[in-house]
């Protein structure tokens, strides 16, 4: 069975998922390829795949040149809410013609021959949007826990405790709550705390880096544009007390999977299931309270779900394809 897995190629959690689900998939067996979907030299390889599945785009014009008939699956990757916003955004601020991420989800829930998400709460969401009959189904997101695992470090970062964050920097899940509720934390934490943020942007440092000067964020932390490699961020994850990743809804994300499988006791708003310490999403303030406590050693940690291996994504996928064939 040939799988082709389209994708950018933007080192996004999307790109890896679809990286790892390649890797995993042929260790099964099945002939797996990741396409990029900027790259139309590589896409003349694929017209013969019995199963196309589109992590961010299925371009239409290649639909009408498949040498066999083929099954599309479609893989639910954002966030419902965030895709509803940035389509808004691109439409206020871009005008006609602007890209629509939204206006694509919903035709995907349609002709599709599959509809796939890794969170229960997005499959509900997904679900409201489809004619009857349709089945959005939800598998288990893993990571390759054979690379991601507790390694020796290669010296603790600064803080005691140290915290750690690198969300990628979207409205859903950016460190604007926690930029705003650090300084009201960091002095009421016993020893000598630090805050590591990577992977802000640069073209976001405008406005982010006035409002850290301003309220003292910048003094207890540090803070980085840099976009770890999988090697380094391991590292990271091995080398902090806390891995600090707050996405709104409590979702959970690869992010915060890579740090649970590395052992680093995580941090998230109320409702990822995987980590250890859930905070209240609402007012700054109630969360720098909430956050004192569990840094402080005061709050017990959760009895979180193990996270799952790439390996059990793969077949999950696998039942799907065989299911359309």
Same mark, same amino acid.
Request: charged letters at 20%; proline letters at 6%; glycine letters at 8%.
């Given at each position: 069975m040939k799988i082709a897995h389209w994708s950018m190629h933007n080192r996004s959690g999307m790109h890896r998922v679809a990286e790892s689900l390649v890797k995993a998939e042929c260790a099964l067996g099945l002939q797996s390829v990741m396409v990029n979907i900027h790259e139309r030299t590589q896409f003349d390889d694929v017209l013969d795949a019995d199963v196309h599945v589109s992590h961010t785009h299925f371009p239409d014009d290649v639909r009408r040149r498949l040498t066999k008939p083929a099954k599309v699956v479609w893989v639910g990757h954002g966030t419902p809410e965030h895709v509803f916003q940035s389509s808004v955004e691109e439409g206020l601020n871009k005008g006609y013609g602007h890209g629509d991420g939204w206006m694509l989800v919903q035709h995907w829930l349609q002709p599709a021959d599959a509809c796939v998400t890794f969170w229960p709460r997005h499959q509900a969401i997904w679900q409201s949007l489809c004619d009857r009959g349709r089945t959005v189904h939800c598998v288990p997101l893993g990571v390759d826990k054979t690379f991601w695992t507790p390694t020796p470090s290669r010296g603790k970062f600064a803080g005691s405790p140290s915290l750690f964050t690198g969300e990628n920097c979207h409205f859903i899940k950016w460190p604007l709550d926690l930029f705003i509720l650090w300084p009201w934390v960091y002095p009421q934490v016993n020893g $000598? +705390? #630090? @805050? /590591?943020? %990577?992977? @802000? +942007? %640069?073209?976001? /440092?405008?406005?982010?880096? +006035? @409002?850290? !000067?301003? !309220?003292? *964020?910048?003094?207890? #932390?540090h803070i980085s544009p840099l976009a770890f490699e999988h090697v380094d961020l391991r590292n990271a994850f091995c080398s902090v007390d806390y891995f600090i990743g707050l996405v709104r809804y409590g979702d959970f994300n690869r992010l915060s999977l890579e740090a649970n499988a590395c052992? *680093?006791? %995580?941090? #998230?708003?109320?409702? $990822?299931p995987y980590a250890d310490f859930w905070l209240t999403e609402g007012d700054q303030r109630d969360i720098a309270q909430e956050l004192i406590g569990i840094l402080n050693g005061d709050v017990a940690p959760r009895q979180k779900l193990g996270v799952p291996d790439i390996e059990e994504t793969a077949k999950a996928m696998l039942g799907i394809y065989e299911g359309l064939l």
């Amino acid at each position: 069975m040939k799988i082709a897995h389209w994708s950018m190629h933007n080192r996004s959690g999307m790109h890896r998922v679809a990286e790892s689900l390649v890797k995993a998939e042929c260790a099964l067996g099945l002939q797996s390829v990741m396409v990029n979907i900027h790259e139309r030299t590589q896409f003349d390889d694929v017209l013969d795949a019995d199963v196309h599945v589109s992590h961010t785009h299925f371009p239409d014009d290649v639909r009408r040149r498949l040498t066999k008939p083929a099954k599309v699956v479609w893989v639910g990757h954002g966030t419902p809410e965030h895709v509803f916003q940035s389509s808004v955004e691109e439409g206020l601020n871009k005008g006609y013609g602007h890209g629509d991420g939204w206006m694509l989800v919903q035709h995907w829930l349609q002709p599709a021959d599959a509809c796939v998400t890794f969170w229960p709460r997005h499959q509900a969401i997904w679900q409201s949007l489809c004619d009857r009959g349709r089945t959005v189904h939800c598998v288990p997101l893993g990571v390759d826990k054979t690379f991601w695992t507790p390694t020796p470090s290669r010296g603790k970062f600064a803080g005691s405790p140290s915290l750690f964050t690198g969300e990628n920097c979207h409205f859903i899940k950016w460190p604007l709550d926690l930029f705003i509720l650090w300084p009201w934390v960091y002095p009421q934490v016993n020893g $000598n +705390p #630090s @805050l /590591h943020c %990577t992977y @802000l +942007p %640069t073209d976001q /440092h405008r406005w982010f880096f +006035p @409002l850290i !000067n301003r !309220n003292g *964020t910048a003094y207890g #932390s540090h803070i980085s544009p840099l976009a770890f490699e999988h090697v380094d961020l391991r590292n990271a994850f091995c080398s902090v007390d806390y891995f600090i990743g707050l996405v709104r809804y409590g979702d959970f994300n690869r992010l915060s999977l890579e740090a649970n499988a590395c052992g *680093t006791k %995580t941090i #998230s708003y109320r409702g $990822n299931p995987y980590a250890d310490f859930w905070l209240t999403e609402g007012d700054q303030r109630d969360i720098a309270q909430e956050l004192i406590g569990i840094l402080n050693g005061d709050v017990a940690p959760r009895q979180k779900l193990g996270v799952p291996d790439i390996e059990e994504t793969a077949k999950a996928m696998l039942g799907i394809y065989e299911g359309l064939l």
